[in-house]
């Protein structure tokens, strides 16, 4: 007589549990996505700022290191070295606060006086290796180039 259409509970079950493996695959995808895009900001933000300080370096090398006659070994310049030379600006340049986060910021110079490679005390300059990470030290970066010397 009568013919009734409709789901048996075990048909509907059976969907909603493939449909609950395929939510959960997707919403692991999300998860994985959304930790890969902040660890790219964040490397992004960290290679940024070395070069920032490399730029801003070349403007003002003093402002950052010690100005000194020689580099007979390299020179390491941190916040705490900046503290105890008093040099202004230490906090701003050495452990910024980006983001509510704190970056170090480490430089080393040196000055080459071997005439097998490029003689860089002769032509004024002084190579400086910036390197910056984020307080955790996970994510670092490294910038080296060329200041004036004087």
Same mark, same amino acid.
């Given at each position: 007589?009568?013919?009734?259409?409709?789901?048996?509970?075990?048909?509907?079950?059976? &969907? +909603?549990?493939?449909? &609950?493996?395929?939510?959960?695959?997707? /919403?692991?995808?999300?998860?994985?996505?959304?930790?890969?895009? @902040?660890?790219?900001?964040?490397?992004?933000?960290?290679?940024? +700022? /070395?070069?920032?300080?490399?730029?801003?370096?070349?403007?003002?090398?003093?402002?950052?290191?010690? !100005? /000194?006659?020689?580099?007979?070994?390299?020179?390491?310049?941190?916040? %705490?070295? #900046?503290?105890?030379?008093?040099?202004?600006? #230490?906090?701003?340049?050495?452990?910024?606060?980006?983001?509510?986060?704190?970056?170090?910021?480490?430089?080393?110079? /040196?000055?080459?006086?071997? &005439?097998?490679? @490029?003689?860089?005390?002769? +032509?004024?300059?002084?190579? @400086?290796?910036?390197? @910056? %990470?984020?307080?955790? !030290?996970?994510? !670092?970066?490294?910038?080296?180039?060329?200041?004036?010397?004087?």
């Amino acid at each position: 007589m009568f013919q009734q259409r409709g789901f048996t509970l075990v048909e509907v079950l059976a &969907s +909603l549990v493939i449909l &609950s493996i395929v939510l959960i695959g997707v /919403s692991n995808l999300f998860i994985f996505t959304n930790k890969t895009a @902040v660890t790219n900001n964040e490397k992004l933000l960290v290679m940024n +700022l /070395s070069k920032a300080t490399m730029e801003r370096m070349k403007m003002e090398p003093f402002a950052y290191i010690k !100005k /000194s006659e020689q580099f007979n070994e390299p020179m390491t310049y941190t916040y %705490e070295t #900046c503290k105890q030379q008093h040099l202004a600006q #230490c906090e701003q340049r050495y452990q910024p606060t980006i983001n509510n986060k704190r970056y170090l910021v480490e430089i080393t110079a /040196s000055q080459s006086k071997d &005439s097998y490679v @490029v003689n860089e005390e002769k +032509l004024g300059l002084i190579n @400086v290796i910036v390197t @910056v %990470e984020d307080e955790t !030290k996970k994510i !670092k970066n490294q910038v080296e180039g060329y200041v004036r010397d004087g």
